[in-house]
């Protein structure tokens, strides 16, 4: 029984940091502005606008072929000169994607009064969010440095314009009515 434990003890001793880097996760910048090569400013549909402090953004990441989730933690978009971009996102790991390896990335935005995170501001319906189109990284890790988003396209967050319910057009259908109806009744009004 010793021995068995023994060997137990040398393999994990051995094996064990042999098999650290495969666990490995690998990495980006996330950073909408870096360097002169990426550069994708996030506007807002309202009114024209770039996004700042008052919206968030966060980033979407996977395998290629895989699901998207989110990495790091929402970043509020700057709301100086930088308008528009995210430029403290540090560094971020993706989730079972190993450094060297290409991964299906994603910037999603949204108002910060629509929720805490991008999927609490879809539920919502009311609009205020936005996303990029999907694009490839190559990651950096363990010893390369963190993939930049290279091929992230700025966009902007849509707004929702409220359809007016069937109810509202009754109203309003019943007030009309009403005002032809007293002009009607009162001949002297005309």
Do not use: N
């Amino acid at each position: 029984m010793k021995s068995i434990l023994k060997a137990c003890l040398v393999l994990g001793l051995v094996g064990g940091p042999l098999s650290v880097p495969a666990l490995a996760q690998g990495t980006l910048l996330f950073s909408t502005r870096a360097g002169g090569v990426v550069s994708a400013p996030v506007s807002y549909l309202g009114d024209g606008s770039l996004v700042d402090g008052r919206f968030f953004g966060q980033l979407y990441a996977g395998a290629p072929g895989g699901t998207l989730v989110p990495i790091g933690i929402p970043r509020p978009f700057r709301s100086d000169v930088g308008r528009g971009y995210i430029t403290d996102g540090g560094i971020v790991e993706v989730p079972g994607v190993a450094p060297g390896s290409p991964a299906q990335v994603k910037l999603v935005a949204w108002a910060s009064w629509r929720g805490d995170t991008y999927a609490e501001a879809v539920m919502t319906g009311m609009g205020d969010i936005g996303e990029s189109a999907m694009f490839t990284v190559d990651l950096g890790g363990g010893i390369m440095p963190p993939g930049m988003l290279l091929g992230l396209q700025a966009f902007a967050v849509s707004i929702i314009i409220p359809e007016a319910s069937p109810l509202s057009y009754a109203l309003l259908g019943l007030g009309l009515l009403g005002l032809c109806r007293r002009k009607a009744g009162h001949p002297a009004r005309r």
